[in-house]
Nanobody, 120 residues
């Protein structure tokens, strides 16, 4: 099983980016998916999560500006980031709880990270 995150880049303050996280491989079911970020010199922190049923949870810093969504048919989660600020600069990692077989439990998988830089 692999998680591939992409969509990062350089954007000016106030701009937007859309991140994608695609899960591939031997997958039976995906439970929660989420985005985390780690800024230089800081610990990794939660940005947003979404359940398989579409229930969402956001960090206070993301509320009102970021939107997490998913396409269960494509095993893909998205993070639409609007009104970006310099303090949003970080490496963004995706995470998913995945079961590979019907009678197996869920394990947490992490993507490789995609870098977001917000700067003028």
């Amino acid at each position: 099983v692999q998680l591939q995150a992409f969509g990062g880049g350089l954007v000016q303050p106030g701009g937007s980016l859309r991140l994608s996280c695609a899960a591939s491989g031997s997958i039976f079911s995906i439970n929660d998916m989420g985005w985390y970020r780690q800024a230089p010199g800081k610990q990794r922190e939660l940005v947003a999560t979404i359940t398989s049923g579409g229930n969402t949870n956001y960090a206070d810093s993301a509320k009102g500006r970021f939107t997490i969504s998913r396409d269960n048919a494509k095993n893909t989660a998205y993070l639409q980031m609007d009104s970006l600020k310099p303090e949003d600069t970080a490496v963004y990692y995706c995470n998913a709880d995945i079961s590979r077989r019907k009678d197996w439990g869920y394990l947490a998988y992490w993507g490789q990270g995609t870098e977001v830089t917000v700067s003028s």
